[in-house]
């Protein structure tokens, strides 16, 4: 459920990154393995798929950029594919552990702390939460229609 509404800048930005969070483990929590691969659109989303992409998103944006830890990652196309060894439990359980090293990351700077982006020039950290939240948000809307599609499950509460 939410958090703060009512706090100040940082609180009301984590609050609605970390209900957006929380919005796409609900979406994934409880699918079988199957459901949670299957296709319902032309593009290569599936529950499990978004997953994994926002767990990179996660790592490359708070941890590679605003930790400036350099790293390799996937394609942002290619970190959809679920591999057949992975799990849905698994997924979640990497993506929680991405959101908490982000939480972790982001602790440690003001709003107003810039870092360099190759393509962006200067972000800040609110910049980077605030496209966190459109980004997961976006995601999550895409979990909310898939498991329409899967299972007739609606709402970010369920």
């Not at 996937?74 to 991405?98: H, K, M, N, Q, R």
Request: aromatic residues 6%.
């Amino acid at each position: 459920m939410m958090g703060s509404v009512a706090g100040g800048e940082r609180e009301v930005l984590e609050t609605f990154l970390d209900f957006q969070r929380g919005v796409v483990r609900r979406k994934a929590a409880g699918l079988t393995e199957e459901q949670a691969r299957r296709r319902h659109v032309p593009s290569p989303i599936t529950v499990a798929g978004l997953l994994k992409h926002l767990a990179m998103v996660e790592h490359n944006w708070f941890v590679r950029i605003l930790g400036q830890r350099p790293s390799v990652l996937p394609d942002p196309e290619v970190s959809f594919a679920v591999g057949e060894e992975e799990t849905v439990a698994g997924l979640i359980a990497a993506y929680e552990a991405a959101c908490a090293r982000s939480r972790e990351s982001a602790a440690g700077y003001a709003l107003d702390h810039v870092v360099p982006h190759e393509e962006l020039g200067q972000v800040s950290l609110r910049w980077i939460l605030t496209h966190m939240i459109e980004e997961t948000a976006r995601h999550a809307g895409h979990a909310d229609l898939l498991r329409e599609l899967t299972d007739g499950a609606t709402g970010t509460l369920g």
